[in-house]
T-cell receptor, first 115, second 111 residues
Framework: GAGVSQSPSNKVTEKGKDVELRCDPI?????LYWYRQSLGQGLEFLIY????????KSGLPSDRFSAERTGGSVSTLTIQRTQQEDSAVYLC?????????????FGPGTRLTVT | EDKVVQSPLSLVVHEGDTVTLNCSYE??????LLWYKQEKKAPTFLFML????IEKKSGRLSSILDKKELFSILNITATQTGDSAVYLC???????????FGSGTQLTVLP
């Protein structure tokens, strides 16, 4: 069945360049989350979208990070002026509603490498 | 298609009980298996397992991997109400090192 998809699966970029990561949530899921996992560390919450409400951006590490969710479906995470410490796996998850973690379905992730 | 299956989906126990959570997987080019505890916004990393038969232990939690039978278990002894959470299992696999998550086990520990 159709799960959460992310693209690209791998991205290598030079320091200082901007990157865009895409997430397609499961159809009908109103909640969408972005996380990142750095090498040797656990998942770090970045941002949460719920329906038409203002997103919870409390996890974004700096103003170089931003995310949009168009039409309540596809989301794009943008990192401007990438730094080497941005290298990580960026994971997207969606759920039917709310912050019920039990229902979160994770995508395969985008592995970002900043050289 | 890579698969990670966790069981049970939910579990209710009383304080002091011991629980065993299961995670089985079918993936191509296995690299590692990770366990997380999720209570709030982001899952908390518990263990990373790469080798069979080597138990990882942290306090009352322990985990072991069986790469022949393709599963892992997470044990929690002397459970406390603070152990109530969703426990997620994820497998890192393939040349792209993608993560596949299980659906999680919802653990509720009653006083």
């Amino acid at each position: 069945g159709a799960g959460v998809s992310q693209s690209p699966s791998n991205k290598v970029t030079e320091k200082g360049k901007d990157v865009e990561l895409r997430c397609d949530p499961i159809s009908g899921h109103t909640a969408l989350y972005w996380y990142r996992q750095s090498l040797g560390q656990g998942l770090e919450f970045l941002i949460y979208f719920q329906g038409n409400s203002a997103p919870d951006k409390s996890g974004l590490p700096s103003d170089r990070f931003s995310a949009e969710r168009t039409g309540g479906s596809v989301s794009t995470l943008t990192i401007q002026r990438t730094q080497q410490e941005d290298s990580a796996v960026y994971l997207c998850a969606s759920s039917r509603s709310g912050m019920n973690t039990y229902e979160q379905y994770f995508g395969p992730g985008t592995r970002l490498t900043v050289t | 298609e890579d698969k990670v299956v966790q069981s049970p989906l939910s579990l209710v126990v009383h304080e002091g009980d011991t629980v065993t959570l299961n995670c089985s997987y079918e993936v191509t080019n296995f690299r590692s298996l990770l366990w997380y505890k999720q209570e709030k916004k982001a899952p908390t990393f518990l263990f990373m397992l790469t080798s069979s038969g080597i138990e990882k232990k942290s306090g009352r939690l322990s985990s072991i991997l069986d790469k022949k039978e393709l599963f892992s278990i997470l044990n929690i002894t002397a459970t406390q109400t603070g152990d109530s959470a969703v426990y997620l299992c994820a497998v890192e696999a393939g040349s792209a090192r993608q993560l596949t998550f299980g659906s999680g086990t919802q653990l509720t520990v009653l006083p």
